[in-house]
């Protein structure tokens, strides 16, 4: 996984309904929380690759939303709003510099890499609306070379899909009911055996906003009923901490972007 040590976090502008300028991070809290993520997460044996903040670029530690990586192939997004923009070219040049092929989808289609874009088995899940354009997905599709299951997503609380929705692996998923329409949680109905619906008080805690390895969730802490439930099947919960960066709107799994989740057939792998 590629993460990014928050050295130049803040909260400089607002771009969600969570960022609030004069709700000021905590810059030592904060790094002190992402470090206790990056061993949560080594601990488990996920190798993490790292990635210079940049100075201008106060959400760069949100690794998740750089784009998305398939085998060698990197497709770098075209973030919505100018404030992240500047992103764009670090994380490409981090990655042209590792061997990786970059493709790029076409302007002015807006869209926010593994934020919105999650694989699930043999499928792959995309949100849009807040900060992925419908027609951007026609592009993915394309360069995934298969169709995506697309799901409107309807609360801006919940403005990527990864805030709100964790495939678990073997038919289950994690999921905030209240940020799909009817349409989007018929969708996911038909493709879950197991939709766990987290509770609302829960979900506004980030509980969907887990990172998945094998029977391990990390997910903030202070999700008790969301814990629960994993345990019941069998999951162990991995609490972290992450509240300076719930600040921004984000927590654990926007702060990882995974570097081998996409593993298209006949794909020569990572460089
Ligand atoms: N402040 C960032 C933004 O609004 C947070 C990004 C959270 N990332 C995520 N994958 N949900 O863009």
Same mark, same amino acid.
């Given at each position: 996984m590629l993460m990014c040590e928050p050295v130049h976090y803040r909260i400089d502008y607002e771009i969600n309904p969570w960022m609030r300028r004069s709700n000021r991070v905590h810059g030592t809290r904060a790094l002190d929380q992402w470090r206790r993520l990056r061993v949560r997460i080594e601990e488990l044996g996920v190798a993490v690759e790292l990635i210079r903040q940049a100075p201008g670029a106060p959400d760069m530690t949100f690794t998740a939303n750089a784009g998305v990586v398939l085998g060698g192939r990197f497709i770098p997004s075209n973030f919505r709003f100018p404030e992240r923009r500047p992103e764009e070219d670090h994380f490409i040049r981090w990655f042209r510099r590792r061997g990786y092929r970059i493709e790029t989808i076409h302007l002015p289609h807006y869209w926010e890499g593994e934020g919105d874009v999650l694989p699930a088995g043999e499928r792959v899940f995309a949100g849009h609306r807040y900060r992925t354009e419908f027609r951007a997905l026609d +592009?993915?599709?394309? &360069?995934?070379?298969?169709?995506? /299951?697309?799901?409107?997503?309807?609360?801006?609380?919940?403005? +990527?899909?990864?805030?709100?929705?964790? !495939?678990?692996?073997?038919?289950?998923?994690?999921?905030?009911?209240?940020?799909?329409?009817s349409e989007g949680r018929a969708r996911l109905a038909a493709h879950f055996d197991d939709l766990i619906a987290v509770e609302p008080?829960?979900?506004?805690?980030?509980?969907?906003?887990?990172? /998945?390895?094998?029977? +391990?969730? /990390?997910?903030?802490?202070?999700?008790? &009923?969301?814990?629960? &439930?994993?345990?019941e099947r069998g999951y162990e919960p991995v609490e972290s901490a992450?509240?300076?960066?719930?600040?921004?709107?984000?927590? /654990?799994?926007?702060?990882?972007?995974?570097? %081998? &989740?996409?593993? !298209?057939?006949? %794909?020569?792998?990572? !460089?």
């Open positions: +592009h993915l599709e394309e &360069a995934l070379g298969g169709e995506l /299951v697309r799901l409107e997503l309807a609360s801006e609380r919940f403005y +990527h899909l990864d805030t709100c929705f964790a !495939p678990l692996g073997g038919g289950r998923a994690l999921y905030a009911p209240a940020a799909f329409t008080e829960e979900a506004l805690r980030f509980a969907c906003n887990a990172l /998945v390895v094998d029977r +391990h969730v /990390v997910m903030n802490a202070g999700c008790p &009923a969301t814990a629960g &439930a994993l345990r992450t509240d300076e960066f719930i600040k921004a709107g984000g927590s /654990v799994k926007c702060l990882a972007l995974m570097l %081998d &989740a996409f593993a !298209p057939r006949g %794909d020569a792998g990572a !460089p």
